[in-house]
């Protein structure tokens, strides 16, 4: 409760400083997602639609993660990181807000609600704070809330991407398209162009790990399925994981890899490369994790082992995307946009350890053929 307590006494100073300084002219909005990977590729509609305005300038204010995936956004004209130090500290807070005071953006527009993105909104004096409302609230972002200036409520079973466009409305955006966009490096393009065939139509890349450890599937799980793709079908494998998962995969790629078939990534290769990797796959496999909605992005087919996930909330959309779930589970879902868990309350996790490999096996087989080629 302390940040409420500050909030409301600087309310005055701020209301006061807003009147002698805070004059701003229009056409200038400033995005907050902070998240990671995939909430900010579910934001990129957001960009586009605010963009179709004529002469708008666009800012986001971005966890310094997730900075490569707006290096190459057409529509972003400024990206401003908002570091971890920065967001914890009340002078780091007060620090942030000054910087974007001096920027002079007219609107913020909130899609990630929390304390430390409304404070840097309302002590940077932006007169329009427009905030998501999030389904799921604790006491202090509640008080908290009460800075934002207009709000868009996120109720289930809408999207919260669906949610993020109808913010809109209060710049005065009606509309727009649910399509996400990930943009590739030319750098990574030419690395990468003689890596895996054009198209990528025998090569299925496997995420094996998450940012979120509830979300995992496990190593002897992947290692099941890798063995079924290669005996069974004509395509090769590529491995993605974190620094950390470098061992699991020189395991994986050393136990099922007797014709050289896997290609192991895990650890070797940048946010800013990946695209360029990913969009020559034939096919994506992995947990509801940041890599499932860059493929889906790209136009890659996807299966989603999804464990704990609101998939109302939250989801690949493409066509040829699969969802794996165990509906008959009580609990499930209990991970949502805007409330996720790191661990199981049961400590078993039954919702993603109850998937089989020979599950997630027949729904690959759905996207491609025996030999490893595409369906039509």
């Known amino acids: 409760m302390l940040y409420v307590i500050l909030a409301y006494i600087s309310y005055p100073l701020v209301y006061i400083a807003s009147r002698l300084f805070g004059g701003r002219k229009g056409g200038s909005v400033l995005v907050f997602q902070t998240a990671k990977i995939g909430d900010m590729i579910c934001a990129t509609p957001v960009f586009r639609e605010i963009k179709k305005q004529a002469g708008v300038r666009l800012g986001v204010v971005a966890d310094p993660v ?12 400024e990206v401003i990181p908002f570091k971890r130090e920065e967001r914890k500290g009340f002078f780091g807070k007060v620090s942030f807000a000054y910087r974007l005071y001096k920027k002079g953006y007219s609107t913020a527009l909130i899609l990630l609600p929390n304390t430390a993105n409304i404070l840097a909104a309302f002590w940077s004096l932006t007169p329009k704070r427009v905030c998501v409302y999030p389904d799921f609230i604790g006491g202090t972002l509640k008080e908290i809330l009460n800075l934002c200036t207009d709000f868009e409520y996120h109720i289930a079973p809408k999207m919260a991407m669906e949610t993020y466009l109808s913010s809109l409305k209060h710049l005065g955006i009606k509309g727009g398209r649910l399509d996400k966009e990930v943009y590739v490096s ?11 065939p054009a198209g990528g139509a025998k090569n299925i890349g496997l995420v094996i790990s998450a940012g979120n450890p509830f979300k995992e ?10 063995r079924r793709i290669l005996d069974e079908t004509g395509a090769g494998i590529v491995l993605f994981g974190y620094e950390r998962d470098l061992s699991v995969g020189l395991e994986l790629s050393q136990t099922v890899n007797p014709n050289k078939r896997v290609v192991n990534l895990c650890g070797t290769i940048t946010l800013e490369e990946l695209p360029s990797a990913i969009k020559r796959l034939a096919l994506v496999i992995g947990v509801d994790t940041g890599l499932i909605y860059m493929a889906d992005a790209l136009g890659v087919p996807v299966v989603d082992i999804d464990g ?12 040829s995307s699969r969802i794996i779930q165990r ?9 949502h946009t805007f409330r996720a868990p790191y661990e ?3 400590g078993d996790k039954r919702c993603i350890t109850g998937i089989s490999p020979d599950e997630v096996f027949k729904a690959v087989l759905k996207g491609i053929r025996p030999d ?5």
């Open 372 to 376: 490893g080629a595409k369906r039509t």
């Open 344 to 346: 199981c309350k049961f």
């Open 217 to 226: 599937w496990g190593r002897a799980n992947f290692l099941a399925l890798a």
């Open 327 to 335: 509906i008959d589970l009580d609990c499930i879902p209990c991970s």
């Open 308 to 319: 704990p996930c609101n998939m109302f909330d939250q989801r690949p959309l493409g066509k």
């Open 186 to 196: 030319p750098d990574a393009e030419e690395k990468f162009a003689g890596v895996f």
């Open 66 to 77: 997730t900075l490569p995936l707006l290096k190459y956004n057409p529509y972003v004209d």
